[in-house]
């Protein structure tokens, strides 16, 4: 199974694929590692932002998007631009997604530890969450 780790901040959605295959986990690569929206007020914007994600899923063979939650309110709340980039990637139809929360990604790595160290995957520092996120998934 191959699946799109995604971390948002701010007005971008970080990326990380993620392929589970006989047991072994791969990290493809991908010309993407992050998506921007460049104007949220603007629906030919948020439009390109949905098309640029969908075609990126066609072209990988996505076949789960897995968004790491970020909470609707209090000191770490995710701000409203960044609940449309969430919406946006929830809408696209070809490719079910799915919202794991910080507590469930924590269970995962305490039932399913990271195999290697982070450092040691060859991809960026930013990328780190949405690398987790995709992880927990497919430790399942």
């Known amino acids: 199974m191959r699946v799109c780790g995604i971390e948002i901040k701010g007005s971008e959605a970080i990326l990380c694929l993620m392929a589970l295959k006989n047991g072994l986990f ?60 969430e919406a946006a990637i929830q809408l696209i139809a070809a490719c079910p997604s799915e919202i794991l929360s910080a507590t469930t990604i924590k269970e995962k790595l305490k039932q399913h530890p990271l195999p290697v160290d982070f450092k040691d995957t060859g991809l ?11 992880y927990a998934f497919l430790a399942r």
């Not at 439009?47 to 790491?68: C, M, P, S, T």
Request: glycine letters at 8%; charged letters at 30%.
């Open 26 to 85: 791969d990290l493809p690569e991908c010309r993407q590692t992050r998506l921007t929206l460049t104007n949220d007020k603007d629906a030919a914007s948020m439009q390109k932002f949905q098309f640029n994600l969908a075609k990126l899923i066609e072209d990988y063979k996505i076949e789960q998007l897995v968004i790491k939650e970020r909470p609707q309110k209090g000191k770490f709340a995710g701000g409203a631009v960044g609940f449309k980039i």
């Open 124 to 134: 960026k520092g930013f990328q780190e969450t949405a690398f987790i996120a995709a």
